[in-house]
């Protein structure tokens, strides 16, 4: 393993040092344990049941697992609404299962990342502020009226976070994924929102609860502990897309966080009115913020994090291409390709390795779960009771983007409630889990999961390129095909992306021909003998995807 501190190598960006560490060179595998695996048969899934399914995620050649939040809560928000940092919610299991996942995981030589949701608690949207009888006061909260949010300001609340990190640190958890990190600092004189909706009754006040003027003080701080352990940090920064202020954040000499989310290619589809309106995402803004992120962390020793999926955010197959039957392993082959060799760490939520689509198109509310959605819901039908398009419309939009997307059960097999349990799941499982399984998929060299794992693989074989290697975006301005490069030293490697459902032509720019020359593909979703590169203009076919690679070594 490879310390934080270790050497620099040069690579194609114009000789800037490129900073190794074994976290840049890692994949993270995601789980929201409630949906993962039953192993009590009370239809919740729970810590013994990822534990039951261990070597499936090693097999799939990842290096780390992270946790969603398996803490003592009142599960108002599904577990964001911690009630005791040292405690494990009871249906998911015990501190003793946590320890005996961590042993397991480390005798694979496999790392845990835990969620650490320090920004609010929980209190055992509308405004952000609520009125407590008891004080006659206001206090804050982002997000439910369940969750306050917590005073950094107090000395005595940033030691107890501390607390909290070095006792999940000292019983060997490798890192966090830190929850809405950015907004544990506000502007301390809390300023009304300004009127940019004069249509809403409540406006968005993100710039005055995010980033404030302490936040980067406070991340030294917890900076400071997490290299005492070498241990992992992710932030997820909503409200906020200014490279500059990221790079505060994760820059190599900050000592605050090595990586972070942001929301810019994930609120591509987003309406002007907000999530749950109609929006369509288009090529060129993909490539621009792809290039911004990717070009801006490499030159100033930043690091970005890699994700399409998660708990909170729908199927990419279903968001980003096409889940028909016939399209969806291609179409999750070619998303893989499209994140798989970026610059970054790869994280892959539970499901995405296997193409998992969104809820069926046949749900009614009445099978949703998720706060967030069933609150739109009551806010619309209780507003505009009569409005019965723009209930359809909304409908349609949770089909597309609700969270309970990437919430319905994992599906292991063609058994009984897709193997997640043996009762009936705390929420639906999807229609098509009898054809579309992780059993089906481990026994065919040909599925999604074990596309996944080829791109992990490549990306472990050959570092030098395809982990520290510069990014290039080619052909900018062409509407369908998304083209890259990754360059050091040691090589070069380009992967070609179609994501369009028809066959589309493409010519490859003469430098790049001659750059890749001496290479081969090492990585298709279509046969492999298909392919030339000697020709300047290809045909790509249907959401094809390849990695063709010129280095040492192959």
């Known amino acids: 393993m490879t310390s934080i501190d270790a050497t620099l190598d040069r690579n194609g960006a114009g000789g ?97 990342l835990m969620d650490l949701v320090v920004n609010h608690t929980s209190d055992q949207v509308s405004s952000a502020w609520e009125y407590d009888e008891a004080s006659g006061e ?168 890699l994700y399409l999926e998660n708990h909170d955010q729908p199927r990419t197959v279903s968001r980003f291409a096409s889940d028909k039957f016939e399209d969806r392993t291609r179409s999750a082959k070619m998303l893989a390709t499209f994140m798989g060799f970026q610059s970054g760490t790869v994280f892959l939520y539970q499901g995405q390795e296997l193409g998992m689509p969104n809820v069926p198109t046949s749900w009614t509310i009445e099978e949703y779960r998720d706060i967030e959605t069933l609150n739109h819901w009551h806010e619309i039908t209780h507003k505009y009771p009569d409005d019965n398009a723009l209930h359809s419309a909304s409908l349609a939009e949770y089909q597309m983007k609700s969270r309970d997307n990437a919430r319905t059960p994992m599906q292991w097999d063609a058994s ?43 990306r472990k074989s050959f570092p030098k390129v395809l982990v520290y290697g510069s990014f290039e975006l080619i052909s900018p301005e062409h509407p369908d095909v998304f083209a890259y490069t990754r360059t050091s030293e040691a090589g070069c490697a380009l992967a070609v992306i179609n994501f369009r459902a028809s066959e589309i032509s493409w010519s490859i720019p003469a430098p790049i021909r001659e750059r890749i020359s001496s290479g081969k593909m090492v990585l298709s979703n279509y046969p492999q003998e298909t392919r030339s590169m000697l020709d300047s203009v290809i045909t790509l076919a249907p959401f094809e995807a390849f990695l063709w690679l010129a280095t040492d070594g192959l």
């Open 138 to 305: 206001y206090y804050l909260h982002i997000f439910a009226k369940e969750q306050p949010d917590l005073n950094w300001e107090n000395p005595e609340v940033r030691s107890a976070v501390h607390r909290i990190i070095r006792y999940w640190l000292d019983k060997g958890v490798d890192g966090f994924r830190m929850d809405v990190i950015n907004f544990i600092s506000k502007d301390p004189s809390f300023p009304d929102a300004p009127i940019t909706n004069p249509a809403s009754e409540w406006q968005n006040g993100g710039r005055y609860f995010s980033c404030g003027p302490k936040l980067h003080d406070y991340l030294q701080e917890i900076g400071g502990i997490l290299k005492e352990y070498d241990a992992f940090s992710v932030g997820e920064m909503p409200e906020v897309s200014d490279v500059q202020e990221i790079l505060k954040a994760v820059g190599y000499d900050r000592g605050e966080l090595n990586m972070i989310f942001h929301f810019e290619i994930v609120q591509l589809d987003h309406g002007a009115e907000g999530k749950f309106t109609s929006g369509q995402w288009k090529m060129q803004d993909l490539k621009a913020i792809v290039s911004k992120w990717q070009t801006s962390m490499h030159e100033n020793n930043g690091w970005n994090a």
């Open 16 to 112: 800037r040092p490129s900073v190794k560490a074994w976290w840049k060179e890692s994949s993270v595998y995601q789980i929201y344990p409630a949906s993962f695996r039953d192993s009590n048969g009370d239809g919740i899934g729970d810590i013994p049941g990822i534990i039951s399914k261990v070597d499936y995620i090693h097999q799939l050649g990842v290096d780390i697992v992270w946790l969603n939040p398996v803490f003592e809560s009142p599960q108002v928000d599904m577990g964001y609404d911690i009630s005791d940092y040292y405690g494990i919610h009871p249906p998911y299991g015990t501190v003793q299962d946590v320890e005996e996942l961590i042993q397991k995981l480390h005798g694979r030589k496999m790392k845990l």
């Open 416 to 458: 009984s409630h897709a193997g997640f349990s043996a009762v009936k799941p705390w929420i639906s499982v999807h229609d098509d889990y009898k054809t579309w399984n992780a059993a089906i998929q481990v026994d065919d060299e040909e599925s999604v999961y074990h596309y996944w794992s080829n791109v992990l693989r490549l």
